[in-house]
Every structure is written in structure tokens, then in C-alpha cells.
T-cell receptor, first 113, second 114 residues
């Protein structure tokens, strides 16, 4: 299983771009990378998913280098409401219906006014 | 459309008892997964059900079990509760499960074992 490592915490000011990196050195060829956001007393919320290069949606971008040993979640122009814990999730499909789900330790992002 | 719902939201049980938690997925979703979240271990995958069949399982003891009904609703059961089972139990649903990693999580059930 791909083990992931993220920074425990990060601070940023409102309006800035925030980049959170996840390390997954032993990622397998068929693994996908997914990011979730979690607020206190709520379940995680899906942000973005990618396999390689760059993926962008309306809330974030995900950068995955060619070796895929890390990935970076980029949040443009953060606001106070982006204060949350962010999880990097490597999904390891071993075959139909046999995915193993490995959550990272999570990064607590605090946005400062 | 309505999100994932979990009942009850809070539960207090005594060591040695058993507990059943319920999850109703988003309408049309056939995959339901269960997770345990604790401050020390973080988010850990318990198991996944798809069309009433368990097709994926994490590394938890046999005291943790589940099932899924024909309407995709799912229940999780923990027997012979231990103090270490105190946690937030999260349920997530998705349309297909395999290859579809966009899961929708419920608010969770906070279980306290005394």
C-alpha cells in the first residue's frame, strides 16, 4: 500500500495561493490520488482527483509530477472558510472491487485574516 | 438531492456491549463505505459494500461487521465494545465504487465507550 506523508499544519493569509504537498514514494502504477477537505464535526468532502500531470476544477488544482512520488493541491486565493483539515488519499486498485484506501495524516490549514 | 445520512449522531455505550450504526446513501448510489476516525489513528477504512455484497475490507478485527440492504442502506455492527472503539464512524457513498473515488460522506456517528 502507498504510504502518504503531509505537513501537519500550515498557515496562510487570506487572498494568497496555498499549496499543500503530499508525499507518496511507493505509489503504484495504477494508483490514483484524491484530496478531501474536512471541517470540524463534518465528514470529509471531495475536492479533486488525478492520476498524472495537472487537473483543475472550480475550486482547486492538482499537480502530479512525472515520477508521481508526490502531489500538490493548490488552492487559489484562499478565504477564512478554507480553514480545515486536508487529506491526501491514495487509492490502490488491486482488481475489480478490491481497492485499498490509504488516507494521509491530514494537513490542518489555518487562514489568517 | 439529499445527502448521506447517519443515525444516530451520538451514542454512549458500555464496554462489552454491542452497537449498530445506520447509513442511508445518496439516492442512486450503490456503494457504501465505512471509516473510523480517531485523533490517534486518523481516518481508517473499515469496509465497503456494493449491491449487498462486501467487496473490500480494511484491517479491523471480526468484531466489526456490516451489511447492505437492497435499497443500498447499510448498517455497521460492533460487538463486544472496547474502550478503544470510541471514535467518529463515517459512512460514505458513491455511484459505482470501483474507479469512482468521489465519495460523499455523512456527518458521522460519534461513539463513546465507557
Amino acid at each position: 500500500l502507498a504510504k502518504t506523508t503531509q505537513p501537519i499544519s500550515m498557515d496562510s493569509y487570506e487572498g494568497q495561493e496555498v499549496n499543500i504537498t503530499c508525499s507518496h514514494n511507493n505509489i503504484a502504477t495504477n494508483d490514483y490520488i484524491t484530496w478531501y477537505q474536512q471541517f470540524p464535526s463534518q465528514g470529509p468532502r471531495f475536492i479533486i482527483q488525478g492520476y498524472k500531470t495537472k487537473v483543475t476544477n472550480e475550486v482547486a488544482s492538482l499537480f502530479i509530477p512525472a515520477d508521481r512520488k508526490s502531489s500538490t493541491l493548490s488552492l487559489p486565493r484562499v478565504s477564512l472558510s478554507d480553514t480545515a483539515v486536508y487529506y491526501c488519499l491514495v487509492v490502490s486498485p488491486y482488481g475489480f472491487g478490491n481497492e485499498k484506501l490509504t488516507f494521509g495524516t491530514g494537513t490542518r490549514l489555518t487562514i489568517i485574516p | 438531492k439529499a445527502g448521506v445520512t447517519q443515525t444516530p449522531r451520538y451514542l454512549i455505550k458500555t464496554r462489552g456491549q454491542q452497537v449498530t450504526l445506520s447509513c442511508s446513501p445518496i439516492s442512486g448510489h450503490r456503494s457504501v463505505s465505512w471509516y473510523q476516525q480517531t485523533p490517534g489513528q486518523g481516518l481508517q477504512f473499515l469496509f465497503e459494500y456494493f449491491s449487498e455484497t462486501q467487496r473490500n475490507k480494511g484491517n479491523f478485527p471480526g468484531r466489526f461487521s456490516g451489511r447492505q440492504f437492497s435499497n443500498s442502506r447499510s448498517e455497521m455492527n460492533v460487538s463486544t465494545l472496547e474502550l478503544g472503539d470510541s471514535a467518529l464512524y463515517l459512512c460514505a457513498s458513491s455511484f459505482a465504487g470501483t474507479g469512482d473515488y468521489e465519495q460523499y460522506f455523512g456527518p458521522g456517528t460519534r461513539l463513546t465507550v465507557t
